[in-house]
């Protein structure tokens, strides 16, 4: 065996491991912001749902409501603004990913 090609082996071997952590980073990344776009959804469809049955049912059954679209990790506020229901929910959910809370308000006559 050549001795110019048993050094490309060596080579080859130390880019992987060079490159290896950038991969992971931003596969962590990716990994990160599909979790806040996924958390984001959850927490206008809590802040919709509460909105719309605090509407009929009031603010009690509004904020039963859009908790239960996300139970344990939704918590659903609601006040009245000028005649409007107005629902903020937060969606914090812990993992190995950061932790990032997401937030989203929704509003009814």
Known sequence: ?????VRDRGSVTVEF???LPAVVLVLAAVLAGARH??????????AAT???V???DGERAGERAGAA???GTAT????TDGGWWVARATVHV????PDVTAVARAYQP
Do not use: E, Y
């Open 69 to 71: 679209v996300a139970p």
């Open 37 to 46: 776009a996924a958390d984001a959804a959850v927490a206008r469809d809590a």
């Open 17 to 19: 491991a060079l490159t």
């Open 50 to 52: 509460a909105a719309r």
């Open 94 to 97: 812990a993992g190995p990913l």
């Open 1 to 5: 065996m050549p001795l110019g090609h």
């Open 54 to 56: 605090a509407l009929v």
């Open 76 to 79: 659903v506020r609601l006040s």
